[in-house]
């Protein structure tokens, strides 16, 4: 079963890499290399994003409920129909879609990195990472829409000046100096107001400065704006300052040492493992090759301590059971 494993994922592995290495290379050297080998390495990712594509689809029509739900599903579909996607637009109009090409790339490498998921070597950490932001997805969509709603708010509040010297505060103001070194004082240049003075003109750009101050806690975006004269502001800001950089972001901290001391890492690997096992005979193997007994023997017996095994049941019925679906037990078993 060890050299089944081996043999089979790191063939996927293999093509993988290829696959991901031609597009890269495509991408990062298309003005080095000459147009043949351009066409060649756009064409091999054409051809084996179609090949991986075939054996998604045919996990997709097996079990499609189970298929959308699975995280990794939805980004080995997203990298390879991107990069097919932008391969294809490179060779019709003979320049490179960048956008496309820079988010194809970000997900190919991404998805080489997860194939380390059910290597020793480094699987138990690829998977805690990937494994704990995926059970705490939920929290952060609720902390993005929090940053959302203060960006939001901060954006209708100072997208325009609601001083008339709102405009001139906001600017970086210059004085001259004569010859002797003396600051003139009643002479000072202005500068012009741009929209990166300030921060919340832009809904976007509202948006980054909230969760660089979350992060931060830098007050400078705030500093242009008088707040003994503006309560509305000042009352924000310290909704703000008390809700999201004090408590959402210890929060969050608490939340992840909370997931990361629940996983059990080196059962998480093998858990993976054998889902890649499963899905290397289902939708990798030849009917033949399936019916292989010294492959697959009809009946295999274990090894197992009777208290971890009785540990396992336990998790198992209590839904703590990290990583991978519950099995189904046929009979009921005594725990006592």
């Known amino acids: 079963m060890e050299y089944l494993w081996k043999k089979y994922y790191f063939t996927i592995w293999t093509i993988y890499t290829v696959f991901s290495l031609s597009f890269i290379f495509a991408a ?9 080998t351009l066409f060649i390495l756009l064409v091999t990712t054409i051809f084996l994003g179609y090949l991986h594509l075939f054996f998604e ?9 189970a298929y959308m739900t699975n995280l990794w599903n ?3 579909l997203c990298a390879y129909i991107l990069t097919i ?3 294809k637009l490179w060779l019709q109009s003979n320049v490179m879609p ?3 090409a820079t988010f194809s790339t970000l997900l190919l490498e991404i998805k080489f990195l997860l194939f ?3 290597i020793e070597f480094a699987g138990q950490y690829v998977s805690l990472i990937f494994g704990v932001a995926q059970r705490a997805c939920s929290f952060f969509i609720i902390l993005e829409f929090i940053i959302f709603v203060f960006a939001h708010s901060f954006h209708l509040l100072l997208r325009y000046s609601t001083n008339p010297n709102d405009q001139q505060n906001l600017a970086t103001v210059y ?3 004569d010859p002797k070194g003396t600051i003139e004082e009643n002479s000072s240049l202005n500068e012009s107001h741009t929209m990166t003075t300030n921060m919340f003109t832009m809904m976007s750009s509202s948006i980054m400065t909230v969760f660089n101050i979350m992060l931060t806690g830098d007050e400078t975006p705030f500093s242009y704006w008088d707040l003994d004269d503006n309560l509305a502001l000042l009352s924000l800001i310290i909704i703000f300052f008390w809700l999201v950089p004090i408590y959402l972001y210890n929060l969050s901290i608490g939340v992840l040492s909370d997931e990361i001391s629940y996983f059990k890492t080196r059962a998480l690997s093998l858990f993976l493992r054998a889902e890649i096992l499963e899905e290397i005979e289902l939708f990798y193997m030849l009917p033949h090759q399936r019916r292989k007994e010294n492959w697959f023997p009809f009946a295999i017996f274990y090894e197992y301590h009777t208290i971890k095994l009785r540990e396992h049941i336990i998790d198992i019925k209590n839904n703590k059971l990290s990583g991978y679906s519950n099995p189904y037990f046929s009979m009921s078993y005594s725990t006592s």
């Open 98 to 100: 960048t956008e496309l």
């Open 74 to 76: 939805s980004l080995d």
């Open 85 to 87: 996607q932008s391969s």
């Open 28 to 36: 990062s050297f298309y003005k080095s290399i000459s147009q043949d």
């Open 175 to 177: 004085n001259t100096m």
């Open 116 to 118: 380390f998921r059910p």
């Open 57 to 65: 689809l045919r996990k997709f029509f097996f079990a499609p409920l």
